[in-house]
C-alpha cells in the first residue's frame, strides 16, 4: 500500500510562489503517471499536472507557463512550483500516483479515476 504526503502550502500574497512537495511511503512504477489536483470550495476537483517517470509533463490550461512538475523517484517524491499565484488558484491542492501511464489514462490524464492513491492535501491562500 503507497501512502502520499504533501506539504508546502500556505498563505501568500498574489505574485509570490510556492513549491509543494508530496512524498510517497514507497516507490510507484517509474512510468506510471503522477498528478497535483485541486479542488476549490463547492467546485468540482481538477487536474493541474503530471508527469511520468520518463516522459514529459503536461499541464492544465491554468498552469500553463506558471506552474512546473516535476518527480525525483530516488526520493519517491513528486514536486510542484508555483509561480506567479493569482486569488484563483486558492485551493486544497492533492497529489496522486496512477496505475497506468499518463496518456493510457481513460478519458485523459486529469481523470480521477486513473489513480488510486491519494493524500490528504496541503492548502494553498493566495491574497489579492
Known amino acids: 500500500q503507497v501512502q502520499l504526503q504533501e506539504s508546502g502550502g500556505g498563505s501568500v500574497a498574489a505574485g509570490g510562489s510556492l513549491r509543494l512537495s508530496c512524498v510517497a511511503s514507497?516507490?510507484?512504477?517509474?512510468?506510471?503517471?503522477i498528478g497535483w489536483f485541486r479542488q476549490r470550495p463547492g467546485k468540482e476537483r481538477e487536474g493541474v499536472a503530471a508527469?511520468?517517470?520518463?516522459?514529459?509533463?503536461t499541464y492544465a490550461d491554468s498552469a500553463l507557463d506558471r506552474f512546473t512538475v516535476s518527480r525525483d523517484n530516488a526520493k519517491n517524491t513528486l514536486y510542484l512550483q508555483m509561480n506567479s499565484l493569482k486569488p484563483e488558484d486558492s485551493a486544497m491542492y492533492y497529489c496522486?500516483?496512477?496505475?497506468?501511464?499518463?496518456?493510457?489514462?481513460?478519458?485523459?490524464?486529469?481523470?480521477?479515476?486513473?489513480?488510486?492513491?491519494w493524500g490528504q492535501g496541503t492548502q494553498v491562500t493566495v491574497s489579492s
Open positions: 496522486a500516483a496512477g496505475y497506468t501511464y499518463c496518456a493510457a489514462i481513460y478519458g485523459g490524464w486529469y481523470r480521477a479515476s486513473g489513480y488510486n492513491y
Open positions: 508527469v511520468d517517470g520518463d516522459g514529459a509533463p
Open positions: 514507497a516507490s510507484t512504477s517509474r512510468n506510471y503517471c
